[in-house]
């Protein structure tokens, strides 16, 4: 037997997690749903690969607009 293995333990926020999936049995769906609307979305690969290729390379010191005169 495992020293520190708790068989009846449920932490405050398992028992939380549970009662609220009891009180809205359909939250995990609208989880689901909202996952899906941000997410789980298709990856358009040629217009990933034009926007890498429009990028403008950026300057070592972003903040310095002039070359310094010393």
Not at 11 to 25: C, R, V, Y
Not at 30 to 44: C, F, K, N, V
């Amino acid at each position: 037997m495992n020293l520190f293995a708790r068989p009846h333990y449920t932490s405050d926020a398992t028992q939380f997690i549970e009662s609220l999936k009891q009180q809205k049995p359909e939250l995990e769906a609208e989880q689901r749903q909202g996952r899906a609307l941000l997410w789980d979305q298709s990856i358009d690969r040629e217009f990933m690969a034009q926007a890498r290729a429009a990028r403008a390379k950026q300057k070592p010191y972003v903040y310095q607009t002039e070359p310094s005169l010393r």
